[in-house]
């Protein structure tokens, strides 16, 4: 590995508090005003309890986490349900690094397809990797605002 490269390993329950916050620094990256932020905060939150049973992963670049995502069942389907990099870190190359290892990991566990609900400043992101959106869903933070909804396929159907 050189120096300065990203290294994704299982989140520890103990990092609950600084994921949160790296989701939240995330989130206000993209300008969003402070009473927008406060709404998403519950949502935002991640938990202990929620690393210890979930899948949950982190980007971590000489020794300190500049990102994470986390996958939950959603239906029958799997969702991408946590995604964030931390600012400093967008640009580098550790949102590809996390997103690469979310999509192995999905198509391991026997998944066909990645649901994702995007924030829509994040969506050209997953676009660009070969999402497609499928259509929108009501944003579960904020009452009236919907994001949108992509589908990433992960194996082709059987017949």
Known sequence: MQR??????????????????????????????????QACRAALRVTAKFIARA?????????????????APW?????????FVDPPAMGNGVGRRLW???????TELGYRKLLIQSDPYAEGFYLKLGAERIGEVPSA???????PLLVFPLREDED
């Open 75 to 83: 239906n029958s389907d799997l969702e991408l349900y946590h995604f």
């Open 55 to 71: 899948d949950v992963c982190v980007a971590e670049v000489e020794g300190r986490v500049v990102g994470f995502y986390s996958l």
């Open 100 to 106: 690469d290892d979310a999509v192995k990991r999905a």
């Open 141 to 147: 933070a904020v009452p009236g605002r919907v994001l």
């Open 4 to 37: 300065g490269e990203s290294v994704v390993r299982r989140a520890r329950p103990d990092e609950a508090s600084p994921l949160t916050e790296l989701a939240f620094r995330s989130k206000a990256h993209w300008g969003y005003d402070r009473e927008f932020m």
